[in-house]
């Protein structure tokens, strides 16, 4: 006798975490190499004081100072314990059994298995060249279409797209589909033609800009993620799919304290030398003989394929780098994701990659 139930976790894909191995250097999570910053801590200490209470269930203090910051009302922004929790329940307020949830592929790993949770249909289309095929993807739109991911830079190639062809994109989604435009590498993007998406919520009231604390700002460990919906309907929805209490006290001091200047001109810095050192990286790998998107993220991708493209076989190319000591992500047949660390773990790196 074995307990009964959703026949559709049978089939569901597991996430794949990355690795940590003792000893070894992690590149496989897209996490800061920074140690969290002394300011933010003692605002940590500080809120770890009131953990006998309960958080604000609707983190009202920070949606404040991030409606502010962006502009907006306070009723547009939701907080969640990480933007992926805030997909999920976008999932679960707009999609339900026999939907479909749009996105590209590959793309945010989550993406599917959150979408297979909710039991809607997940439409794969796939990435042309590494990056979004939009209007492949304005294509794929049926009238069972409730919601679109739009993963900008993408995870796991860290390809951007441009601002027109996201607009022109944006202007073919019908006005009742959800557009989720999921920015968790938005302060990394250094190329001036990537639309920064919280300027488009005015002109396009089915959308909905993702960003988190948990990749720029170092906070991946505390889960804080928040959203800003362009039409309270939308935010209103992810407040009435949340798990009460799902963001910690703790984490929403933690999210407050890195939006104050102070915090903000040192995470600056850290972001400027990340992408300092991703263009480095880029150039030592395609110097090196390996093809490398254009990354607007804090990682790099290298494609499967033969060696004269420079191509790599993904497993193979983890295993040769963790045989050094360097833990990547790989995705079986399709790529290698490497996350941009500080200049000496980047070095531990290229010398596992190099010469190929
Ligand atoms: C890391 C990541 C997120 C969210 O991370 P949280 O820690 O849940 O905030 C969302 N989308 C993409 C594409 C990511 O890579």
Not at 45 to 57: F, H, V
Not at 81 to 87: A, H, N
Not at 125 to 135: G, I, Q, S, T
Not at 203 to 214: A, C, E, M, Q, W
Request: proline share 5%.
């Amino acid at each position: 006798m074995t307990v009964r139930l959703r026949s559709t976790l049978a089939s569901l894909p597991a996430y794949v975490p990355g690795r940590s191995v003792p000893g070894a250097l992690k590149l496989a999570s897209n996490e800061t190499s920074y140690a969290p910053l002394p300011y933010v801590l003692a605002r940590i200490a500080e809120a770890a004081g009131q953990i006998n209470r309960y958080p604000d269930s609707f983190s009202a203090e920070l949606s404040g100072a991030l409606a502010g910051r962006f502009g907006v009302q306070s009723q547009q922004v939701v907080v969640g314990c990480g933007s992926v929790s805030l997909c999920q329940q976008l999932i679960l307020a707009a999609a339900g059994p026999g939907d479909e949830v749009l996105f590209a592929w590959r793309s945010f790993e989550a993406y599917p298995i959150i979408t297979a949770i909710g039991g809607a249909v997940a439409v794969r289309v796939p990435l042309a060249d590494e990056v979004h095929d939009l209007k492949a993807m304005a294509a794929a739109i049926t009238d069972r279409t409730r919601l679109i991911f739009v993963c900008n830079p993408n995870n796991p190639t860290g390809t951007a797209v441009a601002g027109p062809e996201l607009i022109a994109f944006l202007d073919q989604v019908p006005a009742d589909v959800i557009v989720v435009l999921d920015e968790a590498y938005r302060e990394f993007v250094t190329d001036p033609s990537v639309v920064d998406g919280t300027t488009l919520l005015a002109s396009y009231p089915n959308l909905i800009v993702l960003r988190t604390f948990s990749k720029a700002y170092g906070l991946a460990g505390l889960r804080v993620g928040y959203g800003i919906a362009a039409d309270t309907s939308i935010s209103n929805a992810v407040r009435q799919t949340q798990v009460p209490f799902a963001v910690t006290q703790v984490g929403q001091a933690a999210a407050l304290a890195s939006l104050e200047p102070e915090a903000e001109r040192e995470l600056s810095e850290r972001v400027g030398e990340v992408t300092a050192e991703r263009a480095r990286v880029t150039e030592q790998l395609r110097g090196g003989g390996y093809r490398i998107p254009d990354s607007q993220a804090n990682f790099v991708w290298l494609g499967q394929g033969t060696a004269d493209e420079g191509g790599i076989d993904a497993v193979k190319f983890a295993g040769r780098c963790e045989a050094q000591g360097v833990i990547v992500r790989s995705f079986a047949g399709d790529g290698v994701r490497v996350t941009i660390g500080t200049a000496e773990e980047n070095d531990l790196f290229l010398a596992a990659a190099l010469p190929r």
